[in-house]
């Protein structure tokens, strides 16, 4: 098992200062807010789509380093793709975080790999798995409005 320590290698504390996709967003087509009860953390994420892909894309965190990277690594890619991609993504996060550390097919989204060291502390891994759920959960709620 990894230390404590080991969990907060580089490349996750620089995603997390990047916070690339930080602040909210004006005229979304879903806004949601999720939080992990057990820690505190919480996430409102927006996104409007076009075409069937994401066109924007923000997030206001109020969480961990690792609640914090994961938003950031989504706010890098999930412009331009499609909500089947952005759920094969979560999938392969949850992949990463299973404790064989098996990695996972997620073609062009390198980061997720910073995220292999907490796969040995199963009560972290609610943590960076929250901002994809608020994810799949605004796909969710923007593809219903675009159907009605």
Known sequence: MTATGDIY???????????????????????????????????TLDLKLAGGKVSALGHDVKACVL?????????RHAVGADSAALKAVAAAVARILKPDGLPAAAPGWPELQAFAPVSGHKSRHACV????????????????????
């Open 129 to 148: 798995l929250l901002p994809f759920r608020a994810l799949s959960q605004a796909l969710d709620l923007a593809g219903q409005k675009t159907v009605s």
């Open 9 to 43: 290698q580089t490349d996750l504390l620089r995603l997390a200062a990047e916070a690339t996709g930080a602040g909210r967003l004006a005229e979304a087509d879903a806004s949601v807010t999720t939080d992990n009860p057990l820690c505190g953390d919480r996430i």
């Open 67 to 75: 609640c914090q990277a994961a938003a950031s690594v989504i706010g």
